[in-house]
């Protein structure tokens, strides 16, 4: 237990502030430290990628789209741009609009 201590007491000598101030020090470890937690962050968004790209979705969750509704989906659009172009073309020539001014 002696030895242990008398080891505690010349690490805390190391990093203990004494007549000299070492900013250089400080700032060494402060450097270091970040470069720690970024690559440390840098590797955890890595892992994190690599886990939601390679994960499968449940059979149960996918499903083919029946070809009936993909038909009747693609006339549902072509009429909303049917009932648009004919719109459109009633705002240039037959809608009449009076300036209010």
Same mark, same amino acid.
């Given at each position: 237990?002696?030895? /242990?201590?008398? @080891?505690?007491?010349? *690490?805390?000598?190391?990093? #203990?502030?004494?007549?000299?101030?070492?900013? $250089?020090?400080?700032?060494?470890?402060?450097?270091?430290?970040?470069?720690?937690?970024?690559?440390?962050?840098?590797?955890?968004?890595?892992?994190?990628?690599?886990? /939601?790209?390679? @994960?499968?979705?449940? *059979?149960?969750?996918?499903? #083919?789209?029946?070809?009936?509704?993909?038909? $009747?989906?693609?006339?549902?659009?072509?009429?909303?741009?049917?009932?648009?172009?004919?719109?459109?073309?009633?705002?240039?020539?037959?809608?009449?609009?009076?300036?209010?001014?």
């Amino acid at each position: 237990m002696k030895n /242990f201590l008398n @080891v505690l007491d010349s *690490a805390k000598k190391k990093f #203990a502030y004494g007549e000299r101030i070492r900013p $250089t020090r400080d700032w060494f470890i402060l450097l270091a430290l970040t470069a720690v937690l970024l690559i440390a962050g840098v590797f955890w968004n890595v892992y994190l990628f690599t886990q /939601f790209e390679t @994960v499968k979705a449940p *059979a149960s969750d996918v499903h #083919a789209p029946a070809l009936q509704n993909l038909q $009747t989906s693609v006339q549902e659009v072509q009429r909303i741009f049917q009932t648009r172009a004919t719109e459109e073309n009633n705002y240039q020539q037959t809608y009449q609009f009076v300036d209010p001014s």
